[in-house]
Nanobody, 119 residues
Framework: QVQVVESGGGLVQPGGSLRLSCAAS????????MAWYRQASGKQRELVAG???????NYADSVEGRFTISRDNAKNTVYLQMDSLKSEDTAVYYC?????????????WGQGTQVTVSS
């Protein structure tokens, strides 16, 4: 069994920063791509940023230059550093990991963490 747990969300003023963390634990043989998605109220879930096991990254155009994704493979953890936050970044942020365990390869999601950008 695999558990994926996000943390670090909260309320921040426009222009501020937050750092999200996502840790995977349990029966894990390998972790491949780790990614952050977000879903604003009334909108579809969208990809924010992803990082491969080798460290290659990709970002949504809306966050390029403001957000930084990184990972610590020894800790099975992915981070999202969010700077220069805007009101439109308000959403529930979800972590998704592609994990190989004894059952095979599957996608595992966290429960989400709320990020609210407001003055």
């Amino acid at each position: 069994q695999v558990q994926v747990v996000e943390s670090g969300g909260g309320l921040v003023q426009p222009g501020g920063s937050l750092r999200l963390s996502c840790a995977a634990s349990g029966s894990i043989l390998n972790i491949y791509v780790m990614a952050w998605y977000r879903q604003a109220s009334g909108k579809q879930r969208e990809l924010v940023a992803g990082i491969s096991s080798g460290g290659s990254t990709n970002y949504a155009d809306s966050v390029e230059g403001r957000f930084t994704i990184s990972r610590d493979n020894a800790k099975n953890t992915v981070y999202l550093q969010m700077d220069s936050l805007k009101s439109e970044d308000t959403a529930v942020y979800y972590c998704k990991t592609n994990i190989r365990n004894l059952l095979g390869i599957g996608a595992y999601w966290g429960q989400g963490t709320q990020v609210t950008v407001s003055s």
